[in-house]
């Protein structure tokens, strides 16, 4: 999963901002990924060692004269370039304490940006649309500029990319309205141009990006509603010719953000990678309302997967390199390192849920895991919609409330009301438009739950987990309120289908899952596999003398201690008693059914081990001793060979077992240690324990034969009846 880490002051910025304007030009990257070089909007330029956090040296122009172009760096020349009142273009050295001094050039048009792309050349994009390679433009500074955009055309955003060993100028332009992407390669000479789809009138991109990949470039843009689109555009499209029409530029809903009420003022996102997205300036969907975020969205998941605060204003900027994010806010330029693992989602969680529930349960929604890691062509899922649902949608009228709509009907309509239209809902749209709508209904039904004590549609949040477009990044105070309402199938129902539980929020439901009185949880409703399950657990029969793994309740002789007497003894009898009266406790559950059914969800949710200790420290004693109890009774009827485990039911694995009671012990051992109803415990613990240890070391033992036999050499000429022994030393 993706994670922010603790960021860092970079440098201060001027004190000349407004809600655009952050005081920085840009931040480019320098001689190797630690050196940044930062352009303020006014006449300096300064270079910085990231890792230090200390400027290491800066130049500034003259007064009167102003920087309008970022300065890059020229990683063949071990050069600066940076561009003064838009015409005048100048080159120094690091060594060079004047700019002033250092070699400049006019040139006969205005210059919009300098590019640096890696392993390329730089290049000069002037307003008026033209390229040309730096070398070239300073051997003949004066030379014509050709005017590539129409009149009331500017140029909007602009960066390079290396495609193919080829070097792109990408840029976007507005006029009147309307936005148009152009693609131009220098070298040959040729130009793409596409117009973007319209938005919502009267909004205008607030920021784009661009990224190559599978040999086309993709660019990311955010408008003000919070829609992130992507349109995949060609390298080797067609080339535009002199008065030819814009070729249109599909796009795609990428992700839909919660905005609010009102329409985004300042934000920017960038492309981490294919499947992640950062965005800055946006609430977070459980925050409240003027609160700024840094937040890393899975696109290929719809979930949210980091957040971070950011405080004072946001400018709407943001740079990415080398794992950095650069953010200004406030009075400061942050650098925040970031992390995207390229794993699948299952294995950055920690540890894998139960193979046979993750097939039988998986989201419709969500694309596979072959074509996320593969590419291969995703198939519409057969699951996607059942047989009822289709009949409800045939048999119901085709207009009903929107998503908005049901929305504003959560804030004041009563239960009855709201539960009809989020289920009418529900029943006309496919999972696909569900998807961006899911979490604002979830997170409206819950914000208005903690608000007020009488509304609570426990069946309405089940529907809404069941979608499996929800996640609990989505709405994190969703499995709390269940928690706080008692609505254990609800908590059920998210252990089981939300992949990004915290260890904090699992440790939370464990501690109230064991303390729960066995009658109030005899009680409640829960969901029939897992139930199913314990009842069929409970119903193996007490035969303990044959079991799996290795196991024997009865210790061998290497396992006893010293006995002072042999035969039929007094003390060997007496000894022989007390283990069986501890076997049929063994085999006696300490919880009721329901009760089990909740702790088992607990053993197989996604966990990471060294997040999940400190939570357990929380536990007190009593609950740590009756949660090892349930786990001893769980290994000893799971390991019986007369128990038969049925693929379709949901139950924790005897892995999940063995690593809760590591756990668990790891987090309690000093305590159990001195407590006397823990004593028969943990010996208990530590005979079975022992016994897979053996089991293991036997197992060892018979693979170095196998091996040993593999290597043997066959004789070729053995006869048909003779008879070979092999001795294995």
């Known amino acids: 999963m993706a994670a922010l880490y603790e960021g860092y002051t970079l440098c201060g910025l001027l004190q000349v901002q407004t809600l655009s304007d952050c005081g920085i030009q840009g931040v480019e990257v320098g001689a190797d990924s630690d050196h940044v070089i930062v352009t303020d909007c006014t006449r300096s330029v300064t270079l910085y060692k990231v890792s230090d956090q200390k400027p290491l040296s800066s130049w500034t122009v003259k007064q009167g004269q102003t920087l309008t172009c970022p300065a890059v760096y020229d990683s063949e020349s071990k050069e600066y370039v940076a561009v003064s009142d838009n015409r005048v273009i100048r080159v120094w050295k690091e060594e060079h304490v004047l700019i002033d001094k250092a070699f400049k050039a006019t040139v006969s048009a205005d210059v919009w940006r300098i590019h640096s792309a890696a392993g390329g050349e730089l290049v000069v994009l002037f307003q008026r649309g033209a390229v040309k390679t730096l070398e070239s433009l300073l051997s003949a500074p004066q030379q014509p500029i050709e005017e590539v955009l129409v009149q009331d055309e500017d140029i909007r955003w602009s960066t390079t990319i290396v495609a193919m060993t080829q070097l792109f100028v990408i840029f976007t332009t507005e006029q009147k309205g309307d936005h148009f992407l152009y693609l131009h390669k220098p070298n040959p000479d040729s130009l793409q141009r596409y117009r973007l789809e319209r938005e919502e009138p009267g909004l205008s991109p607030l920021s784009f990006c661009a990224t190559y990949r ?366 069986r009266t501890m076997d049929r406790a063994e085999q006696t559950c300490p919880v009721g059914l329901h009760k089990a059914v909740l702790l088992n969800e607990v053993l197989q949710t996604a966990y990471s081990d060294t997040l999940l200790l400190p939570h357990l420290k929380d536990l007190t004693t009593q609950q740590v001793t009756l949660f090892l109890q349930y786990l001893q009774f769980l290994y000893m009827k799971c390991s019986q060979e007369s128990f038969t485990k049925t693929p379709r039911l949901r139950s924790p694995t005897l892995a999940q077992i063995l690593d809760w009671v590591c756990l668990l012990l790891d987090a309690h051992f000093t305590v159990l240690v001195i407590t006397t109803e823990a004593k028969d415990l943990l010996l208990n613990l530590h005979k079975f324990v022992k016994s897979q240890v053996r089991l293991f070391s036997e197992l060892g033992k018979i693979e170095g034969s196998l091996l040993d036999l593999h290597k043997m050499k066959v004789k070729k000429d053995i006869g048909q009846y003779s008879i070979e022994v092999i001795e294995l030393l």
């Open 214 to 579: 599978d040999q086309h470039i993709h660019l990311l843009y955010l408008y003000p509603n919070g829609h992130i689109y992507q349109s995949v555009v060609p390298v080797r499209g067609q080339a535009a010719g002199d008065g030819e029409q814009a070729l249109p530029l599909p796009r795609s809903l990428l992700l839909k953000l919660p905005v609010g009420d009102g329409l985004l003022a300042a934000a920017s996102a960038l492309a981490l990678d294919e499947a992640h997205v950062a965005v800055v300036g946006v609430p977070h969907p459980s925050a409240g309302a003027g609160k700024d975020f840094l937040c890393i969205w899975n696109t290929n998941f719809q979930t949210l997967q980091a957040g971070k605060e950011m405080t004072g204003k946001i400018y709407g900027r943001m740079w990415n390199y080398s794992g950095k994010l650069f953010i200004p806010h406030g009075k400061a330029l942050s650098v925040i390192p970031y992390d995207c693992p390229k794993s699948s989602l299952a294995s950055a969680l920690g540890k894998l849920q139960q193979a046979g529930t993750e097939e039988s349960k998986a989201a419709a929604s969500v694309p596979s895991w072959n074509s996320i890691l593969h590419g291969e062509t995703a198939q519409p899922s057969k699951t996607m919609e059942t047989r009822r649902a289709k009949t409800r949608r045939k048999t119901q009228p085709a207009t009903g409330s929107t998503a908005d709509q049901v929305l504003e009907l959560i804030k004041t309509a009563p239960v009855e009301e709201v539960q009809r239209e989020v289920e009418g809902l529900l029943s006309r749209a496919n999972s696909q438009e569900l998807q961006p709508s899911v979490g604002q209904l979830a997170s409206s039904l819950v914000s208005r739950s903690l608000a007020d004590p009488t509304f609570y549609t426990s069946g309405t949040l089940a529907q809404l987990v069941h979608t499996q477009c929800l996640c609990h990044s989505l709405c994190p105070d969703l499995l709390l309120l269940a928690l706080e309402k008692k609505d254990y199938l609800l908590c059920q129902l998210c252990l089981q289908l939300f992949p990004d539980i915290p260890e904090a929020i699992t440790c939370a439901c464990l501690r109230i899952f064991v303390s729960i009185p066995d009658g109030d949880a005899e009680t409640v409703s829960l969901e029939p596999d897992s139930v199913s399950f314990m009842r069929t657990l409970l119903a193996v029969g007490g035969d303990v003398g044959d079991l799996q793994n290795g196991f024997s309740p009865v210790p061998t002789r290497k396992d006893q201690p010293d006995e002072p007497s042999r035969g039929g003894s007094p003390v060997n009898a007496g000894t022989e008693d007390s283990e």
